[in-house]
């Protein structure tokens, strides 16, 4: 294990990790469990939910 890159690390519930996050951020945790749910890739930019190309 690289010793210089990680420092610590934790494991929280979805709310603690959107209160954690950058808010640009933070919505990838919702679109990251509604994908996983629906067994499917979720799309974001800038956070919201962005068809695929092509």
């Known amino acids: 294990m ?6 610590t690390f934790g494991v929280h ?3 603690h990790c959107k209160r954690l996050l950058p808010a ?3 919505p ?3 679109a990251a469990l509604d994908a996983r749910a629906k067994n499917a890739t979720a799309y974001l930019i800038d ?3 962005t068809p695929p190309k092509g």
């Open 24 to 26: 640009r951020v933070a």
């Open 47 to 49: 956070g919201e939910p």
């Open 28 to 30: 990838r945790i919702d």
């Open 13 to 15: 519930d979805p709310e």
């Open 2 to 7: 690289d010793t210089d890159e990680l420092e």
